[in-house]
């Protein structure tokens, strides 16, 4: 199963998306970059656990989608955009998923 976080006008997923993040350690993390391509990490990876990242600095990481699974061929085969397109993958260097 495939969850989405992504703060809207009215509510901010940040905190459910850290939640998911630790429940969820080996889980794959696709960040949908809004140019139609998505970047996919190990759920531990620092690009995406980065102190400068953190709510209390006033940013919160789900400003873009995050499109989390603990299966890669199911998240592959729902990542599309907010539009429902299919989305280009890329994958971390950082992380090597
Ligand atoms: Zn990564």
Redesign the pocket.
């Known amino acids: 199963m495939t969850a989405v976080f992504q703060d809207t006008a009215k509510k901010r997923d940040h905190d459910d998306f850290i939640q998911w993040k630790s429940d969820n350690p080996d889980g794959y993390i696709i960040n949908d970059l809004g140019n139609g391509t998505g970047m996919l990490?190990?759920s531990d990876?620092r690009?995406?656990n980065g102190p400068h990242q953190t709510v209390e600095e006033g940013k919160s990481m789900t400003v873009r989608r995050k499109l989390c699974s603990l299966d890669r061929d199911d998240l592959n085969s729902n990542a599309t955009d907010q539009k429902g397109n299919k989305l280009s993958i890329e994958c971390?260097e950082?992380?090597k998923p």
Do not use: D, F, G, P
Request: net charge positive; glycine share 0%.
């Open positions: 990490h190990r990876c690009h995406i971390c950082s992380c």
